[in-house]
C-alpha cells in the first residue's frame, strides 16, 4: 500500500503519538480539530502501509534486563539470513544491516549481566568478526518526532500524561507477564482487546496499565518510516569522548534534532548514537560542524544504515526475562 504525502492532519496526529501513544483518538481529534473518525482512519492508514506503529516499551534496566549492542562481520552471501535469524529471536530489540553490506548491529536485552546469547551468535559459520559492548544508560528521554513541530505548546501539555517521580527496580507482576508482550505487538491496543486476550478484567488491566504509564516504567514509542518526513539517511555514530567531557557532550547531543537515540556504552567508544538527516551531505555536515567541533570527542566512526530488518521492541514472553525457552536459543546454534 502507498501511503500519500502527509497533510497537517496527519503531522499532528503523529506528533500527538509522540506526545502519547495510547492517547485517545477522541482526545487527538479535539486537539486537531477534526473528527474521530478522521483521526482514526488516518492512524490506520498508516500503520496498514507499515510506516508507523505504537509499541510499548518498558524501562529495561527497572525491569531487570541489561542491554548488549553487538556489532558482527559477516561474510556477504551470509547477511540476509543472519538478520532473519536475528530478527526471529525474541531477545534481540533491533537488527539493522550497515550500508557496508557486510555488517549487522543489533541490541539484545538479557537477564543479568552476561550477554548469553552471544556465543551461539558468534559460531554461526556466516560471521567473521563480532564485538558486544554493554549499553550503561540511555541518555535521550525524548524520541525523534521527525521534526514535525505539528502542535503548539498548548496542544502538547492537553495530550501529556501525568508521570509520578516513581524510580528504581520494580518486580513484574502476573498481569504486566502477560500484557507486556501484547503492547510490544501493538502499543494502542485496546482495553477490552488486552483484556480477553490475557485472560484478566479489564478493570484489572486499565488499573495496571495506568500504574505502569505513570510510574514512567512504560512508555510508548512511535516507529514511523522517516523517509515519509523527508530524511532518508539514518546513520550509526560511535564517540570517543573525553570522561570529563562525557555528560556535557551526552547533553549537546541529546538536544540535537537530528538525534534519534543516544546512550553510554563500555568499550573503546563510550557514547553511541544513531542520527536522522535529509542525506549523506548533511550527515556530513553534521558530523563535521556539530559533533566533532564539541569539546573532549577525541575519535568519530560511522556507519550508514542500509535497513532496519527489526525495530524496537521489549522482550517478549519467550525470553528469559519472563520464561526459559530453549527454542529460542537453539536458532543460531
Not at 227 to 252: D, H, I, K
Request: with cysteine.
Amino acid at each position: 500500500m502507498t501511503v500519500p504525502d502527509l497533510d497537517a492532519i496527519d503531522l499532528g496526529l503523529l506528533h500527538a503519538l509522540h506526545v502519547d501513544g495510547r492517547a485517545a483518538f477522541s482526545r487527538i481529534a479535539e486537539v486537531l480539530g477534526a473528527s474521530d473518525r478522521t483521526v482514526a482512519r488516518r492512524f490506520s492508514r498508516l500503520r496498514e502501509a507499515g510506516a508507523l506503529r505504537v509499541i510499548g516499551v518498558p524501562d529495561p534496566h527497572r525491569v531487570g534486563y541489561a542491554e548488549w549492542v553487538v556489532r558482527l562481520r559477516v561474510r556477504p552471501d551470509g547477511v540476509d539470513g543472519l538478520a532473519r535469524a536475528l530478527a526471529a529471536r525474541p531477545d534481540t530489540a533491533w537488527v539493522t544491516v550497515l550500508s557496508s553490506g557486510c555488517e549487522i548491529l543489533c541490541l539484545f536485552r538479557t537477564v543479568g549481566e552476561s550477554p548469553a546469547p552471544l556465543p551461539a551468535v558468534t559460531r554461526h559459520p556466516a560471521v567473521v568478526a563480532s564485538d558486544a559492548h554493554r549499553l550503561l544508560r540511555h541518555l535521550m528521554t525524548r524520541q525523534w518526532s521527525g521534526r514535525t513541530s505539528a502542535l503548539n505548546t498548548d496542544q502538547v501539555a492537553a495530550l501529556r500524561a501525568p508521570l509520578s517521580a516513581a524510580s528504581g527496580p520494580v518486580t513484574l507482576t502476573d498481569l504486566d507477564r502477560r500484557m507486556l508482550p501484547r503492547l510490544a505487538a501493538d502499543g494502542r491496543a485496546a482495553y477490552p482487546h488486552l483484556a480477553g486476550a490475557i485472560g484478566w478484567s479489564e478493570s484489572a488491566v486499565r488499573r495496571r496499565l495506568d500504574e505502569l504509564r505513570r510510574s514512567g516504567l512504560m512508555r510508548f514509542d512511535v516507529e514511523i518510516d522517516a523517509a515519509l518526513l523527508g530524511y532518508s539517511f539514518q546513520c550509526m555514530l560511535w564517540l570517543t569522548v573525553a570522561p570529563l567531557r562525557l555528560a556535557e557532550v551526552a547533553r549537546a547531543l541529546i538536544d540535537d534534532p537530528e538525534a534519534a537515540f543516544v546512550g553510554a556504552t563500555t568499550g573503546p567508544h563510550n557514547i553511541f548514537a544513531i542520527v536522522v538527516c535529509r542525506d549523506a551531505d548533511t550527515i556530513f555536515d553534521y558530523v563535521a560542524d556539530r559533533v566533532g567541533t564539541l569539546p573532549g570527542v577525541e575519535r568519530i566512526d560511522t556507519a550508514p544504515i542500509s535497513r532496519f530488518v527489526k525495530r524496537d521492541a521489549p522482550v517478549s514472553p519467550d525470553s528469559g526475562v519472563f520464561t526459559s525457552n530453549p527454542k529460542s536459543q537453539q536458532r543460531l546454534s
